[in-house]
């Protein structure tokens, strides 16, 4: 897919809006998951449009191009409004890009599927994840195009604790791991949390620099 989009580029019926950066097949599925998410934060919603016809829209995708509006939304306060866009935006799915934080060569990888889940679209911390290598760093042993495995270790999506506390990152981030679940690199970049810890990924605690 080509190009930039030179329709729907612009915000029609509200104050916000959230726009694509990168050419994609977003299905109904995944925009209806994405209204219901920014919906919970109070803000009025307007969809992208899936085209016309007649039958059902199970299957339908939207094609969109960088530039196109996804969401528009008004009615509620800026800070509201980035919440929303935030949460919708903030979410790890097939074909969401995450930073590597360790050594083991790749900087930066694409979501394909959450292992284990049959019907969860999002993966959390801690989830496996099978990601391809998008850009790596050169003369290491793993290489651009290269599928992985990787455990999810930070994400932008705030972790709620029973206690209260909510722990929210600056990035969307993963270790590569083995088939074993255990780190491919030999060091970790940034803090994680202590709920690893309890799913049994201790050596990428015992590398960590911070704990949470």
Known sequence: MKGISYR???IC?????????????ITSRQIEAGRRAMTRTYAVVEK???????GS???WVAVVKPGRILY??????????????SIANDMIQPQTHLN??????AR????????????RRYANIGD???????????NMPLERSEVIRAVIVRTCKELKRDNGMIIRYDDNAAVIVDQEGNPKGTRIFGAIVRELRQLNFTKIVSLAPEVL
């Open 8 to 10: 729907g580029n612009h």
């Open 13 to 25: 019926f509200g104050r916000y809006a959230l726009q694509a950066l990168e050419p994609a097949w």
């Open 48 to 54: 992208s449009g899936m085209g016309s016809g007649k």
């Open 57 to 59: 829209p199970e299957y």
């Open 72 to 85: 528009e939304m008004g009615g509620v306060a800026e800070n509201i409004a980035r919440k929303a866009i």
């Open 100 to 105: 590597v934080a360790d050594n083991s060569g």
């Open 108 to 119: 930066e990888l694409m979501c394909i599927r959450i292992i284990g889940t049959s019907n």
């Open 128 to 138: 496996v994840i099978v990601a391809v290598i998008k850009e790596a760093v050169p």
